[in-house]
């Protein structure tokens, strides 16, 4: 059972670093290939502090490993499945969106 409740804590860690908006935009942006912390920034819009804060998260959960390259840090996704997380966490939200579409309309 130790076993099981330690996957489980892992589980929902990973669920909780996907949990906030700014992440799920960095991963989709590392959807495209490496990119370095500058490029990230710039994308996002966000302050330094802020995306660094992030990519410690999605670092420390393992979702993301990054590369030092003279003087930039480069980021890629490390487990890409990942992506398909969100795809099909954005499949749910279409179809629950278009099923309260339908009973809307039923309910004109």
């Known amino acids: 059972m130790a076993m ?3 996957i489980w804590t892992k589980q929902s860690d990973l669920f909780k670093a996907l949990g906030h908006p700014s992440r799920v935009r ?3 942006f590392l959807g495209s290939g490496e990119r370095c912390v500058c490029e990230i920034i710039d994308e996002l819009g ?30 890629r996704i490390k487990h890409p499945e990942v ?8 499949k749910v939200i279409r179809d629950e969106l278009e099923d309260s579409y339908r009973l809307m309309k039923q309910l004109k």
């Open 4 to 6: 099981k409740t330690m």
């Open 26 to 28: 960095i991963l989709e």
């Open 83 to 90: 992506l398909e997380i969100l795809e099909r966490g954005q």
């Open 46 to 75: 966000l302050e330094q502090s802020n995306v660094s804060q992030h990519l410690a998260v999605l670092r420390r959960e393992n979702v993301i490993a990054a590369e030092k390259r003279g003087l930039k840090v480069m980021y």
